[in-house]
C-alpha cells in the first residue's frame, strides 16, 4: 500500500509558485534578449561583410587576374583575422584560404573547399561551417571571369551570445535565489499571525472544558492579531472567540454552582418541615396508643396543627419555586391597565397594619401612573418589598414610597433609613434562597425567594428592579415601561426572567 504524500505547505506552494512564475518570465526575456542581440549582431555582421567584400574585390582584382591564389593574395594584403577568401576562376581550380587569429594564412583544403561549395548551394542565409576552421558568413561578387566569395567569422557573435547567455543565466540563478529567500521570509513572517492562531487553537483544544471550572488564558499575541491586516484579522476574530467562549464557560460555571446550591437550599428549607411532620406523626401516634392517658387528645390536637402550619409552609414554598418557573418561561402574565399609585397606596395601607412600629409615608402626584402589566403580580412585587422593608428594618424605620413617571417609564421606590445592606452580600440579595442575615436580621420563617420573586415579575414585564444601599439610605427601585397609546397593546411582551439577575429553578 503506496503511503500518502505528505501535503504542501501553504508557505512552501507560494514559494514554489512565486520562483516558478519568476523563472518563466527571466527565461524568455533572457531568451527574447539574447534572440534581438543575435539579429543585432548578425546585422552588423552583414553590413561589415559587404564593406570588406567590395574593398577587397576591388583591391584583389588585379592580382586575381595575373592568376594568384587566394593564399598569395592574403599574403600580400594581410586582412583582418576571421577573414575567408575564396577565388573561382574557370577553368583553374579553387582556391580558398582564411586568416587566423594570430595572423597567419592557411589554405584550405580541397575537402574544405568542396564543404563550402555545397554550402553554398543550401537553402538560406549565405552560412556556411567548416570543419576545424569555424563557422562563416559568405557573400559572393564577379570579377570579370572569376569569382570571389569572402566570408566573416561567426566566432565573435556566438561568443557574444554566449557570454550574453551565461551572464543571464547566472544573474538568473542569483536573482531567483535572493527571491526565493526574500520571498520565503516574508511569506513566513506573513503567515506568523497565522501560525500563532494554529498554535492558539491547539493549545485550548488541549483544555478539558466539558466540566468543572475553567478559564481560557490563551490569546494569540496582541502583535500577531492586528485587525487592519487580513492575517490579523483572523488572530482577532479568534481572540473574541474565546472572549466569548470563556465568558461563556464562567456563566456556565456561576450557573452550576447556582443550581448547586438553589437544589442544596431548597432541600434545606424542605428538610425542616418534613422533619416536623414526621415528629409530630410520630407523637400523634404514640398519643393515639395511649388514648385513656390524660392530655392524649391534646397532644394529638398540638400535632397536627403542627403538621398542618408546615404543610402550609411547604406549599408555599413549592408555589414560590413553581411560580418562579412559570415566569422563567414567561407565563403567568394576565396584562391589564396597572395603576401604580393605587398599588402603593393599598401596599402601604397594608405595611401599617402589619409593621405598627415603622413610620410609613407616600409619595405619590394626584395623576395616577398607569402601566400595562399583570395586577396581580405588580401587587405582589409591593407587598414584597414593603413585608423587606418592614422585616429588615429595626422599629422606628420610616419607610416613604414613591411613585413618579420618569420619560417612558413608570418607577416605583421603596425607602428606609433603617441600617442599610451590607455591601458584601449586596450583589446576591436578589438570588433565591438569600438572606441579608448581617445587616438586615431575619425575623421569620421566610425562605428567601420574595426578592427574588419580585425581580423576576420585574424582568417579566420588561421593567428592572434594583438595590442601592448604604447606613441611613436604602432605595429599592422598580422600573416598568409606561402604558403605552394603544391600551389593547401591551407595553411589552414578557421575557424569560432568567436573563440578568435571576437564577434558573
Known amino acids: ?19 516558478a512564475i519568476t523563472s518563466l518570465i527571466m527565461v524568455l526575456v533572457g531568451v527574447a534578449t539574447s534572440a534581438l542581440l543575435g539579429t543585432v549582431l548578425e546585422e552588423g555582421l552583414t553590413n561589415r561583410l559587404s564593406a570588406t567584400t567590395a574593398r577587397i574585390v576591388s583591391l584583389t582584382r588585379p592580382l586575381i587576374v595575373s592568376g594568384l591564389s587566394a593564399e598569395e593574395i592574403l599574403r600580400q594584403h594581410p586582412q583582418q583575422p576571421g577573414l575567408l577568401l575564396a577565388v573561382a576562376t574557370p577553368p583553374e581550380s579553387p582556391t580558398a584560404a582564411v586568416t587566423e587569429a594570430d595572423g597567419t594564412v592557411t589554405a584550405l583544403t580541397g575537402d574544405q573547399i568542396r564543404e563550402l561549395a ?20 559568405v557573400v559572393g561578387e564577379a570579377a570579370g571571369p572569376s569569382i ?7 566566432d565573435e557573435v556566438a561568443a557574444t551570445i554566449g557570454r550574453m547567455l551565461v551572464t543571464i543565466g547566472l544573474l538568473t540563478a542569483g536573482g531567483l535565489l535572493v527571491l526565493g529567500t526574500a520571498t520565503a521570509w516574508v511569506i513566513r513572517a506573513g503567515l506568523a499571525p497565522l501560525r500563532a492562531v494554529a498554535d ?11 466540566q468543572g471550572e475553567v478559564s481560557i488564558a490563551e490569546r494569540v499575541p496582541a502583535d500577531q492579531a492586528d ?5 490579523g484579522r483572523v488572530g482577532s476574530a479568534l481572540n473574541t472567540l474565546l472572549d466569548h467562549v470563556d465568558s461563556s464557560l464562567a456563566a456556565r460555571q456561576q450557573n452550576e454552582e447556582r443550581m448547586r446550591r438553589f437544589v442544596a437550599d431548597a432541600s434545606h428549607e424542605l428538610r425542616t418541615p418534613l422533619a416536623s411532620i414526621r415528629g409530630y406523626s410520630e407523637l400523634s401516634l404514640r398519643a393515639l396508643e395511649r388514648e385513656d392517658s390524660p392530655g392524649a387528645r391534646e397532644t394529638t390536637e398540638t400535632s397536627l396543627e403542627r403538621i398542618q402550619a408546615q404543610s402550609l409552609r411547604m406549599t408555599r414554598l413549592v ?30 395601607t397594608d405595611a401599617r397594619a402589619a409593621h405598627p412600629d415603622h413610620t410609613w409615608q407616600l409619595a405619590v402626584g394626584d395623576d395616577p401612573v398607569v402601566v400595562a402589566g399583570d395586577a396581580a403580580r405588580l401587587s405582589q412585587v409591593v407587598a414584597n418589598l414593603l413585608a423587606n422593608a418592614g422585616t429588615h428594618t429595626p422599629a422606628g424605620t420610616t419607610v416613604t414610597v414613591g411613585v413618579e413617571r420618569d420619560g417612558t417609564d ?54 428592572t428592579l434594583t438595590v442601592r444601599s448604604e447606613p441611613g439610605d436604602t432605595v429599592f427601585e422598580l422600573r416598568l415601561p409606561a402604558k403605552p397609546s394603544d391600551p389593547a397593546q401591551p407595553a411589552t ?8 439577575h435571576t437564577d434558573p429553578s
Open 118 to 137: 555545397s554550402g553554398l548551394r543550401a537553402d538560406g542565409p549565405l552560412v556556411v561551417t567548416l570543419d576545424d576552421v569555424g563557422t562563416f558568413r
Open 1 to 19: 500500500m503506496t503511503a500518502a504524500r505528505r501535503p504542501w505547505t501553504l508557505q512552501r506552494r507560494l514559494i514554489v509558485t512565486v520562483v
Open 410 to 463: 413608570a418607577v416605583l421606590r421603596v425607602h428606609d433609613d433603617g441600617p442599610g445592606v451590607d455591601p458584601s452580600i449586596a450583589h446576591e440579595l436578589f438570588e433565591r434562597f438569600a438572606r441579608a442575615d448581617r445587616s438586615r436580621a431575619r425575623k421569620t420563617g421566610g425562605t428567601g425567594l420574595g426578592l427574588s420573586i419580585a425581580r423576576a415579575i420585574a424582568n417579566a414585564h420588561g421593567g
Open 319 to 348: 408555589e414560590d419555586l413553581l411560580l418562579l418557573a412559570r415566569l422563567d418561561e414567561g407565563q403567568e402574565l394576565v396584562y391589564g391597565a396597572v395603576d401604580l399609585t393605587r398599588l402603593a397606596i393599598d401596599g402601604v
Open 227 to 231: 485587525p487592519r491586516t487580513e492575517v
Open 200 to 210: 492558539t487553537a491547539e493549545d485550548v483544544s488541549r483544555l478539558p472544558l466539558s
Open 148 to 154: 570571389v566569395l569572402v566570408g566573416l567569422s561567426r
Open 493 to 500: 411582551s414578557a421575557q424569560p426572567a432568567t436573563s440578568a
